[in-house]
Nanobody, 126 residues
Framework: QVQLVESGGGLVQPGGSLRLSCAAS????????LAWFRQAPGKEREGISC????????YYRSSVKGRFTASRDNAKNTVYLQMSNLKPEDTAVYYC???????????????????WGQGTQVTVSS
């Protein structure tokens, strides 16, 4: 049974940093793409980062590139999202997700993903 559990969200001031974690279970994480999405109130869910299977490539949405860094620790079956220089527009619920495609390609199309965590709230405010 595939499970994804996010943690690490919270309230942070503009310019601050947070590190989100996503603990995966029920599958061998290193063979699957893992993505981070976020959803702000009244907006569609958007993909912000994706780690390819095997950790070869990492992709970022332009609005977070240079500020966010995604990584994976296959030994711990955990992926991370280090977020720096946070802005109020980064406020959202953040989700990690994966899909069934073995060694599948990264994509920011939400409907591709079969498994989602419960989400963790990130609020950037002074």
């Amino acid at each position: 049974q595939v499970q994804l559990v996010e943690s690490g969200g919270g309230l942070v001031q503009p310019g601050g940093s947070l590190r989100l974690s996503c603990a995966a279970s029920g599958f061998a994480m290193d063979y699957y793409a893992l993505a981070w999405f976020r959803q702000a109130p009244g907006k569609e869910r958007e993909g912000i980062s994706c780690l390819s299977s095997g950790g070869g490539d990492t992709y970022y949405r332009s609005s977070v590139k240079g500020r966010f860094t995604a990584s994976r620790d296959n030994a711990k079956n955990t992926v991370y999202l280090q977020m720096s220089n946070l802005k109020p527009e980064d406020t959202a619920v953040y989700y990690c997700a994966t899909y069934k495609g073995y060694k599948g390609a990264c994509t920011f199309i939400a409907r591709t993903y079969d498994y989602w965590g419960q989400g963790t709230q990130v609020t950037v405010s002074s």
